[in-house]
Every structure is written in C-alpha cells, then in structure tokens.
C-alpha cells in the first residue's frame, strides 16, 4: 500500500546537503569548489576505466580532456601496490606523489583513487570500501559480498531462503543478517576470519531482525518479537543480556541505526500508526523525531560522519523516495528522483555526503550510489547479478 506525502519543505536541496559539509586539507583547489575538472591516465588499460568510471560517478568532479584542476595517474607498482601521481592541469607540474598497497592491483588503484579525492577536494574516499548485499541470481535471496565496484564477488549463503538485512561490523570482520532458512527469522553473523557462518539468536518464538553493532562494535541493537510484537532490544555483542529499550507493546518498531557516537539510535514505529522516525537512548524512553515530511517515513540511516543528517525512506506521491532530515534545522528534503521507481533502504557512506540505496520497480531491484550535494545518481550493479538490494557499505580500513 502506498501513502501520499502531505508537505515539502522549500529548502533547495543544494544549500541543505551541503550543511555541515566537511573537508580536509587540499593541494590547491578551493575548499568551496563544488565541481573539480579532473583528466586522467594510466599506463594498465583496467585502471584506466576504473579511474574514468570513479571520477564520472562521484558527482563531486567533471572528467575532461582539457582544462582540468588536476592530472591524477595511477599506474601499477607491482601485484598489489599502485602509483599515485598528482599533477597541475597542464601535467607539467608534481603535486602530489605516493605509493597505495591493497589485496591487490586492482584494491591498490581504488585507494589510491581515494586518496586523490582526498588530496583534491578534502573529502574522504569511500571506492576502496566494501559492500555486504543481498540477491537473487541463484532464485534465492542470499548474502554476497564485493568490492564497491561490485567486482570479487563472492557468496556466503546457499540455503534456498531468504537473507534479509545484511549489516556490516565496524572492524569488518563479520556481517550480521536475518534468514528464514529454519522457518521464522533467526540472526546470524558471517566470521571472515574463520570462513564460518553460525547462529546469533534463535527465534525462541521470536521473529528477529534488524541486527546492527554499535558503532565501537562493544554492542548490538536488534528487532525481536518474544511478547508477539517486534521491538528495540540492546545487548551485549555476545546477544546476551538483552534490554527492550521501546516498550510499545503494539508499535511494531523495525530499522534501528546507531548514532555516530553510540549514544542513541533512530528507528521506525508504527506506534502512532504509520511508521514514522523516533529517537531513543541505550536508557530507553523513544521520542518522536518530526520529520514533518510525509505520513509514511521508514528505514532511517544515521550519518555516521554527520549527526545532524538522518536519511529515510518516505512515501512521495504513489511511491516512495529517500529523503535526508536534519536535526538542527529540523527539516527534511528530498534527495531520489526516481521517477516511477521506488527509492529505498538507503546507507550512508563515510564522507558523509553520498548515499547508497535500492532502486525498485515491478520487476528489477538494483543498488544506486546518490551524491546528495549534485544529486548525481549512478547505479552500480548490473542485470547479471540479478535483483540486488539491502546494501550495506564497509568504509575502506
């Protein structure tokens, strides 16, 4: 069932997006630019479409032939190292010169790809990050993992049911998710360092889902339903010691995110009726956040590099959008223009400025990198993965 939104706020999505924008140290382009012209070139033929395709998607920068800020290079230093060079525009003068290591050439160029966005326009690098997701190219829906251009694929689940909200560990050592494969939703949580995949919480006559650490990894917050209704359970990361910190008893609370500092988290309740976004400490006592944007807002992801920022999904017209609040102005916008499809399940990724959500229609899910600033929207996996959906984002380590 869809929701009309009922208000949108005259705030240009520019000027909000930018709020609280953040940037480090650059090498000669000014900090206020929103636009860098960059040209680029390498001496392997697969970095060089790497390079293009990066620079193309980010939304912060203009790939050009000619008049460019910047020259970046990334040339291969062996198996797993790449040679980042950083010249003025014309490439008659060294900026900026390092050597990248990764798992290997093709990781090494990625990083090394985020440092020249970092050096260039002192905003982090998230390509050398990783991505956890869920899709169905077998006929099921299972857990994979990748690298954020969707290349090293591998799967970690084959159990002919559902995985349902894969969620990164801040170490990136485990992924937590929810499956059916024994009947009702049970937590379960991928050991990388093991290769194992085991069992976090049972049902117990408990449907539990929504699992997510907290951002220091020392705990976890989860949706569980042992008196029949789902609601926000903290605890220890071992699962143990379990606190029902919403209390609704009929809210049917679902989607918790963490605060950048651990202190409280974001969900979703229906406790009023339509679900709308709420706030609670690890203390418990949920308070209502006014988004004041639609009568259906769901799936909130806290920024976890920008407090004051809280995306969401919400209903808009006959479907639903991904739309960024703001804490401090108290006012949300709307940052997907998906047209006929659905935007949803939106991530934030670690500069704080991009999102990383699910593009739905009747018949396709695909996952899509939004820069909120530009509003550039670049989809990233393609038909041969099947319908892929419920990313989660790993900042490169």
């Known amino acids: 069932m869809r929701f009309l939104s009922v208000l949108v706020f005259c705030v240009t999505t520019l000027s909000f997006a930018a709020m609280g924008q953040q940037r480090g140290p650059t090498i000669g382009v000014d900090g206020s630019r929103e636009l860098v012209k960059v040209s680029t070139r390498s001496s392997d033929g697969t970095i060089s479409k790497i ?14 032939a000619s008049g460019s800020h910047f020259l970046i ?10 040679s980042l060079m950083i010249f003025g525009g014309d490439g008659s003068q060294l900026k900026h010169s390092e050597i990248v290591s990764g798992a290997d050439i093709e ?11 970092y050096k260039t326009s002192g905003l982090r690098g998230f390509f050398g990050g990783k991505l956890a997701f869920v899709s169905d190219r077998t006929g099921s829906k299972e857990l994979y993992t990748s690298s954020f251009l969707l290349r090293n694929v591998r799967y970690w689940t084959n159990d ?6 894969p969620r990164w560990s801040p170490t990136g050592d485990s992924v937590l998710f929810s499956s059916d494969k024994q009947g009702g939703f049970d937590i379960y949580e991928v050991d990388f360092n093991s290769q194992r995949v085991f069992e976090r919480l049972e049902r117990r006559n408990s449907t539990n889902s929504g699992a997510v650490y907290s951002p220091d990894g020392a705990s976890v917050a989860l949706i569980a339903s042992p008196n029949g209704n789902p609601e926000l359970y903290w605890g220890q990361r071992s699962f143990r010691g379990l606190t029902n910190l919403s209390n609704t008893r009929s809210g049917n609370e679902a989607a918790p995110s963490w605060s950048p500092d651990g202190t409280q988290l974001v969900l979703a309740s229906g406790v009023g009726g339509k679900p709308q976004l709420y706030l609670t400490s690890i203390r418990g006592g949920m308070r209502r956040l006014p988004t004041n944007f ?12 920008d407090r004051d920022k809280i995306s969401y999904t919400a209903a808009v017209g006959s479907g639903f959008q991904i739309v960024v609040h703001s804490l401090a102005a108290g006012k949300s916008v709307q940052v997907s223009r998906e047209g006929s499809a ?8 670690n500069d704080g400025r991009h999102l990383i959500y699910t593009r739905r229609t009747a018949n396709r899910r695909s996952i899509v990198l939004l820069d909120t600033v530009s509003l550039k929207s670049t989809t990233l996996s393609s038909s041969s993965f099947g319908n892929v959906s419920q990313v989660s984002f790993l900042a490169p380590r």
Not at 73 to 82: F, H, L, M, W, Y
Not at 107 to 117: C, G, H, N, T
Not at 160 to 165: E, F, G, M
Request: hydrophobic share 40%; net charge negative.
């Open 51 to 64: 390079l293009t395709t990066c620079f193309n998607m980010h939304g912060s920068y203009s790939v050009t």
């Open 73 to 82: 290079q990334v040339n291969p230093s062996g198996t797993n190292r790449a």
């Open 107 to 117: 990781d090494a160029a990625l990083r090394a790809i985020d440092r020249a966005v």
């Open 160 to 165: 002919r049911a559902n995985v349902v909200r």
């Open 294 to 305: 639609s009568g259906y807002c769901a799936e909130p992801c806290w920024n976890p590099f």
């Open 342 to 349: 659905d935007a949803i399940e939106s991530e934030w990724l």
